[in-house]
């Protein structure tokens, strides 16, 4: 398989504990998720606080173990891995969070930041390693001068930069890009989407970008998938997607976003889901059932999987229950 | 000009901040007249001075931080000038705020009844039957169940539901002027387009004037009627809602709407505002944006641009502005 990175009906759950060690149930945080990601693209997560976006990054990262469900890197197994193969994977596959000031060690200089990973794999000899850091530094846009500042001496933006080219420094495959530039101003989230576009461009590397600012997705991913409490329930090309909304919570959230082309928009209309939240997803049926603005007598009691809409767009509503029906769908069939 | 139909005038706002590294020069100049029943958005970067401003009306600034001129009008009287027992009797019932952060503005400890009546027990609020009161508080910001509410402590509401109960405060004394900091930007986008919608409701149910700061321009354009852009400590933009995002006449604004990602074709480059934001302890002479400012000349670099008619009720700081040559 060509894919760079394949995850297999992937499950995470917790459990729920009150009191001292009782059990109370369980919170299916990721509940069975497929999807992949070809190499040199860039597929981008949406979904609201909650739904398990950060849970599934961190399947992949192998920071926390799935309940079950396979993590395939460039074919192989992320799961069964060990020692130096272990090792290669986690220099394969890097990471950028939302909020650099809490990602970057405060005590640490830009230099250090940055050659850190190059120490800890032993990739470079000593001797090589300050032009290297100058060369990170260049390609993510910061002067020379900054590399002996600390965190705290550099601007959010800057931060950032920083933390990307830790994360390039060991020539990765797949960087996870969990909400980069949430925390930053729109001026400086254009120049750092722009670095993005230019590292892909330039290195191929793939991307998962988790976000749940739906404009930069649609600028920045070339597919999409849409989750809700745990699963996907909306994936496809992205601008098929934004083109033809196919899941009723897909066109909610999308309707929700808020544009500056809305000027004076009545607000009302739009805005169908019920006030209040609830405490705990329905057991059968369909999850979105309850705030669901089409929903049928069925989807009380049919759990929906992904039905295709069009040749590469899935989604996981009854509405398209006489489609053909898939399991696991993939990026390039 | 202070005009018969504004509810709250600032005027000639200075604000200055002490620090370590020298004086801070955080907000130059403000002028802003909120009118009645308007919803005014403030928008601008991160230290942009939005947050200040709202926070210089009912003087709520730091201990570091010093009024050195300006006035605060309401009702002819100078806000800046009263004592604190008159403040007190002036915040939360005549102008009320609400934050971003709504489980950090609710008290974690009492329930929300307990908090509730606190805001209007301060107040000495004239309630017949309160229970009334706060069924009638709750319904308004959207609960279909107060009772259950009422008997709820923070922790056990989501964000959305905070944020509500938070506005149902704000809201318990009837204020003229609510003022919302960021009331969105801790929630998810469906929660937002619902507080959004709530905050017109409140505004057409109670004909109260609304200062919405955001850094979220797509939030600005979806919930005001006006809105006001901040750059470095002034104003350097302010007009119908509408107009300003279509025809922006100041080079910022403009640059700002374009540097967002919702038009440009994927793959492309995104327009960016060359350079970043200037010290305030040593901000550039003359208008603050031309450093960064591709259409400055040497006008800008000596004098202030001071805000002037652009269109009918569109004002722009600029000498340069946008489509005059």
Same mark, same amino acid.
């Given at each position: 398989?060509?894919? $760079?990175? &394949?995850?297999?009906? !992937? =499950?995470?759950?917790?459990? @729920?504990?009150? /009191?001292?060690?009782? #059990?109370?149930?369980?919170?299916?945080?990721?509940?069975?998720?497929?999807?992949?990601?070809?190499?040199?693209?860039?597929?981008?997560?949406?979904?609201?606080?909650?739904?398990?976006?950060?849970?599934?990054?961190?399947?992949?990262?192998?920071?926390?173990?799935?309940?079950?469900?396979?993590?395939?890197?460039?074919?192989?197994?992320?799961?069964?891995?060990?020692?130096?193969?272990?090792?290669?994977?986690?220099?394969?596959?890097?990471?950028?969070?939302?909020?650099?000031?809490?990602?970057?060690?405060?005590?640490?200089?830009?230099?250090?930041?940055?050659?850190?990973?190059?120490?800890?794999?032993?990739?470079?000899?000593?001797?090589?390693?300050?032009?290297?850091?100058?060369?990170?530094?260049?390609?993510?846009? $910061?002067? &020379?001068?900054?590399? !002996? =500042?600390?965190?705290?001496? @550099?601007?959010? /933006?800057?931060?950032? #930069?920083?933390?990307?080219?830790?994360?390039?420094?060991?020539?990765?495959?797949?960087?996870?890009?969990?909400?980069?530039?949430?925390?930053?101003?729109?001026?400086?989230?254009?120049?750092?989407?722009?670095?993005?576009?230019?590292?892909?461009?330039?290195?191929?590397?793939?991307?998962?970008?988790?976000?749940?600012?739906?404009?930069?997705?649609?600028?920045?991913?070339?597919?999409?998938?849409?989750?809700?409490?745990?699963?996907?329930?909306?994936?496809?090309?992205?601008?098929?997607?934004?083109?033809?909304?196919?899941?009723?919570?897909?066109?909610?959230?999308?309707?929700?976003?808020?544009?500056?082309?809305?000027?004076?928009?009545?607000?009302?209309?739009?805005?169908?889901?019920?006030?209040?939240?609830?405490?705990?997803?329905?057991?059968?049926?369909? =999850?979105?059932?309850?705030?669901?603005?089409?929903?049928?007598?069925?989807?009380?009691?049919?759990?929906?999987?992904?039905?295709?809409?069009?040749?590469?767009?899935?989604?996981?509503?009854?509405?398209?229950?006489?489609?053909?029906?898939?399991?696991?769908?993939?990026?390039?069939? | 000009?202070?005009?018969?139909?504004?509810?709250?005038?600032?005027?000639?706002?200075?604000?200055?901040?002490?620090?370590?590294?020298?004086?801070?020069?955080?907000?130059?100049?403000?002028?802003?007249?909120?009118?009645?029943?308007?919803?005014?958005?403030?928008?601008?970067?991160?230290?942009?001075?939005?947050?200040?401003?709202?926070?210089?009306?009912?003087?709520?600034?730091?201990?570091?931080?010093?009024?050195?001129?300006?006035?605060?009008?309401?009702?002819?009287?100078?806000?800046?000038?009263?004592?604190?027992?008159?403040?007190?009797?002036?915040?939360?019932?005549?102008?009320?705020?609400?934050?971003?952060?709504?489980?950090?503005?609710?008290?974690?400890?009492?329930?929300?009844?307990?908090?509730?009546?606190?805001?209007?027990?301060?107040?000495?609020?004239?309630?017949?039957?309160?229970?009334?009161?706060?069924?009638?508080?709750?319904?308004?910001?959207?609960?279909?169940?107060?009772?259950?509410?009422?008997?709820?402590?923070?922790?056990?509401?989501?964000?959305?539901?905070?944020?509500?109960?938070?506005?149902?405060?704000?809201?318990?004394?009837?204020?003229?002027?609510?003022?919302?900091?960021?009331?969105?930007?801790?929630?998810?986008?469906?929660?937002?387009?619902?507080?959004?919608?709530?905050?017109?409701?409140?505004?057409?149910?109670?004909?109260?004037?609304?200062?919405?700061?955001?850094?979220?321009?797509?939030?600005?354009?979806?919930?005001?009627?006006?809105?006001?852009?901040?750059?470095?400590?002034?104003?350097?933009?302010?007009?119908?809602?509408?107009?300003?995002?279509?025809?922006?006449?100041?080079?910022?604004?403009?640059?700002?709407?374009?540097?967002?990602?919702?038009?440009?074709?994927?793959?492309?480059?995104?327009?960016?505002?060359?350079?970043?934001?200037?010290?305030?302890?040593?901000?550039?002479?003359?208008?603050?944006?031309?450093?960064?400012?591709?259409?400055?000349?040497?006008?800008?670099?000596?004098?202030?641009?001071?805000?002037?008619?652009?269109?009918?009720?569109?004002?722009?700081?600029?000498?340069?502005?946008?489509?005059?040559?």
């Amino acid at each position: 398989m060509s894919e $760079l990175l &394949e995850v297999i009906n !992937l =499950k995470k759950q917790f459990a @729920l504990r009150s /009191g001292v060690f009782r #059990r109370t149930g369980t919170v299916k945080a990721v509940d069975g998720v497929s999807f992949s990601i070809s190499p040199k693209k860039t597929f981008g997560l949406a979904g609201e606080t909650g739904c398990g976006k950060t849970t599934l990054a961190k399947c992949i990262l192998r920071i926390i173990q799935p309940t079950s469900g396979e993590v395939k890197l460039e074919g192989k197994d992320i799961f069964s891995l060990k020692g130096d193969e272990l090792k290669n994977a986690r220099r394969n596959v890097q990471a950028i969070f939302q909020n650099p000031l809490m990602s970057l060690d405060p005590r640490m200089t830009a230099a250090n930041l940055i050659s850190e990973p190059l120490k800890t794999h032993h990739t470079l000899p000593k001797s090589k390693m300050y032009d290297k850091i100058i060369e990170l530094m260049r390609t993510v846009g $910061l002067d &020379e001068e900054q590399s !002996l =500042k600390y965190p705290h001496e @550099l601007s959010g /933006g800057q931060n950032q #930069r920083v933390a990307i080219a830790r994360a390039l420094s060991l020539n990765p495959r797949l960087i996870l890009l969990d909400e980069p530039t949430s925390s930053l101003d729109v001026s400086v989230q254009a120049q750092i989407l722009n670095l993005l576009t230019e590292i892909q461009r330039k290195s191929g590397i793939g991307y998962l970008f988790i976000s749940h600012d739906l404009s930069v997705l649609r600028y920045f991913s070339d597919f999409l998938a849409i989750m809700y409490l745990g699963r996907i329930i909306e994936l496809g090309p992205s601008d098929v997607v934004f083109k033809n909304p196919s899941h009723p919570y897909t066109q909610l959230l999308l309707s929700s976003v808020p544009d500056v082309t809305l000027t004076g928009r009545n607000l009302e209309v739009k805005v169908s889901a019920p006030a209040e939240m609830l405490e705990s997803p329905p057991e059968k049926g369909c =999850k979105f059932y309850p705030r669901c603005p089409v929903r049928m007598d069925k989807c009380k009691t049919i759990d929906p999987i992904l039905y295709q809409v069009e040749s590469e767009h899935h989604a996981a509503c009854l509405l398209f229950d006489n489609r053909p029906s898939v399991f696991y769908p993939t990026s390039n069939p | 000009m202070t005009t018969s139909q504004s509810l709250l005038d600032v005027l000639n706002l200075k604000l200055i901040f002490r620090t370590v590294e020298g004086t801070l020069q955080a907000l130059d100049d403000i002028e802003l007249h909120i009118r009645r029943g308007e919803i005014l958005g403030l928008v601008g970067e991160t230290g942009s001075g939005k947050s200040v401003t709202a926070l210089s009306i009912l003087k709520m600034i730091p201990e570091n931080g010093r009024i050195v001129e300006g006035k605060v009008l309401m009702h002819g009287n100078d806000l800046l000038t009263q004592n604190d027992e008159e403040l007190r009797k002036i915040r939360g019932a005549k102008v009320s705020i609400v934050f971003q952060d709504p489980s950090s503005s609710l008290n974690p400890v009492y329930t929300i009844r307990s908090q509730m009546c606190d805001m209007l027990s301060s107040h000495d609020a004239q309630v017949t039957n309160l229970e009334n009161r706060l069924d009638e508080l709750l319904r308004e910001v959207g609960f279909q169940n107060p009772t259950r509410i009422l008997d709820s402590y923070p922790h056990e509401l989501s964000g959305g539901m905070q944020q509500r109960v938070a506005l149902a405060i704000a809201l318990s004394c009837s204020p003229e002027l609510l003022i919302a900091d960021e009331p969105t930007t801790a929630l998810d986008v469906v929660t937002q387009a619902q507080i959004l919608a709530l905050l017109k409701r409140i505004r057409d149910a109670t004909g109260a004037s609304i200062l919405l700061i955001s850094h979220n321009l797509g939030v600005v354009a979806m919930a005001c009627d006006r809105v006001a852009v901040m750059y470095a400590g002034s104003i350097v933009e302010i007009g119908p809602t509408d107009q300003v995002f279509r025809n922006p006449a100041h080079h910022y604004t403009k640059g700002l709407l374009n540097a967002l990602p919702r038009m440009a074709p994927k793959g492309s480059k995104l327009p960016v505002i060359s350079g970043s934001i200037p010290s305030l302890i040593n901000p550039p002479s003359g208008c603050r944006f031309h450093p960064r400012c591709p259409f400055a000349t040497e006008i800008c670099s000596n004098e202030r641009p001071k805000l002037e008619p652009y269109r009918p009720g569109h004002l722009v700081a600029c000498y340069h502005p946008e489509g005059e040559s």
